[in-house]
């Protein structure tokens, strides 16, 4: 049997990405992958950058690190509300000063996509969509958008992050996995997100996704000890903004 671990959406927070790899750790996998957005919204973005790097972790690039990286104006993210949007906005200036040049060296050159072979599969790693780094497939819309992606993309599985909400959906001969939000979940549920993809006897691939407590007070402590917006502690205490 082979597995691997996809995790995304970390959005520094580093105790959520401890737990999530001690978890990972424990259970025993063949590689780690990350489908990007290390930083943003969380107080810990450098300590992030830090130990995926120091973990070799393969990781695509995500909408906030490009905004954030690339000093772009915003991070294309769709926000519901204009408070919403001032919260977002406030964590991309923030995140913007407080994060360390090499770091912001090391997402620049982070790729858009990648793939991994696992068993007889081709799994294709993204973090909105194959088409855009803020294109969000819920699973709610993702029937309806499978067809062309797979008619412009090869794939066998698709992974992709982005809404913080995790799923496995088949359709037809592929499969679409979103791993969820290990920093920032966003599905009503506050506990960290990833997935494990595994083979079995005939090397067909299945996904399951993991959910993993962490200490969350320690988050919001920071949170507020840097000046981040409040509110992003309410995020995480109830896993939805």
């Known amino acids: 049997m082979e597995r691997i671990a996809v995790i995304s959406d970390i959005h520094g927070n580093l105790p959520a990405l401890e737990a999530v790899l001690e978890e990972i750790d424990r259970i025993g996998v063949d590689g780690v992958f990350c489908t990007g957005d290390l930083v ?3 107080p810990f ?4 950058v830090a130990l995926i790097r120091k973990r ?3 990781t695509v690039l995500g909408n906030y690190d490009d905004g954030v990286a690339f000093d772009r104006l915003a991070c294309g993210c769709d926000y519901p509300d204009p408070e919403t949007m001032a919260v ?6 923030w995140t913007k000063a407080n994060l360390f040049k090499e770091n912001k060296d090391f997402l620049r050159n982070l790729p858009a996509k990648t793939w991994v072979s696992l068993g007889m599969s081709d799994i294709l790693l ?10 969000y497939l ?4 993702i029937s309806g958008l499978f067809p062309e992606l797979k008619q412009e993309f090869y794939f066998d599985v698709l992974v992709a992050g982005h809404t913080h909400r995790p799923y496995v959906r088949k359709a037809d001969s592929a ?3 979103n791993p969820g939000s290990v920093g920032q979940p966003r599905d009503g549920d506050p506990r960290a997100a990833f997935a494990l993809f595994s083979t079995d006897g005939q090397d067909q691939v299945s996904a399951r996704i993991y959910r993993i ?3 969350i007070e320690r988050v919001i402590q920071a949170i507020w000890t840097v000046g981040l917006p409040p509110s992003l502690g309410e995020t995480l205490i109830h896993g939805r903004r």
Do not use: K, Q, T
């Open 138 to 141: 819920y699973e709610e819309n």
């Open 126 to 135: 993204v973090h909105g969509s194959p088409r855009a780094l803020n294109e």
């Open 56 to 58: 070799a972790i393969p």
């Open 88 to 93: 977002g906005v406030a964590s991309m200036h």
């Open 45 to 48: 973005p450098n300590e992030v």
């Open 40 to 42: 943003g919204y969380g």
């Open 175 to 177: 499969m679409v996995v």
């Open 213 to 215: 407590d962490y200490d």
